[in-house]
């Protein structure tokens, strides 16, 4: 079983400490629902304890190196053989949920994005992307919803290689780039 990468990109710096307040999904919608606070009605900020409720079957993880002193607690739930949605703590709170990704594509933002999509897909409809590179990982966002995602590794290589990337960022981004993950978080102190 392929197990998530390292997820230093799902950073604060990379999801903003800001966020949306949306409107309630329509029933029965919301276990398939990513918003810029919850993905499958888990919320970010809630006790790392309540993902178990909503997914049985969920295993404990560390999130980083087992031998890394940074480790942090999180959860991982397995959808199949390789789609999984991963629930981190932070140092800071190694109790509570402070980010929240999925590789699935069964489920949807607002506006119906999901991952597989290609970067054109979205900008066609008008939306307007963020860029961030926290720890040398390209993190984008969709301004419209707050929600953040990342691309394929090979169009990341090359989003890097070209010249003037910071400088010009939607000019360097591969437009048939797909999405590889969806993540959300916040800073939970109170």
């Not at 499958?40 to 049985?56: E, H, I, N, Q, Y």
């Not at 699935?104 to 897909?121: A, F, I």
């Amino acid at each position: 079983m392929r197990r998530p990468a390292r997820f230093l990109p799902l950073s604060l710096p990379f999801l903003g400490l800001s966020f949306i307040v949306c409107g309630r999904p329509a029933p029965g919608q919301e276990a398939l629902q990513i918003s810029s606070t919850a993905i499958a009605g888990v919320r970010v900020c809630d006790p790392l304890t309540s993902v178990r409720k909503a997914f049985p079957q969920a295993r404990d993880t560390l999130i980083g190196d087992e031998s890394d002193s940074d480790s942090t607690p999180g959860t991982i739930v397995h959808l199949s053989e390789d789609q999984w949605i991963l629930f981190e703590t932070s140092s800071l709170d190694p109790t509570r949920i402070w980010r929240i990704a999925t590789n699935s594509p069964r489920y949807r933002t607002g506006h119906g994005y999901r991952v597989g999509m290609s970067v054109d897909q979205i900008l066609r409809r008008g939306e307007k992307l963020s860029f961030g590179y926290p720890e040398g990982y390209l993190a984008i966002d969709i301004v419209s919803e707050n929600i953040g995602f990342q691309v394929e590794d090979s169009a990341a290589r090359r989003f890097f290689s070209h010249v003037g990337y910071k400088e010009d960022p939607l000019r360097a981004l591969d437009k048939n780039a797909r999405i590889k993950l969806f993540g959300i978080g916040r800073d939970c102190r109170p």
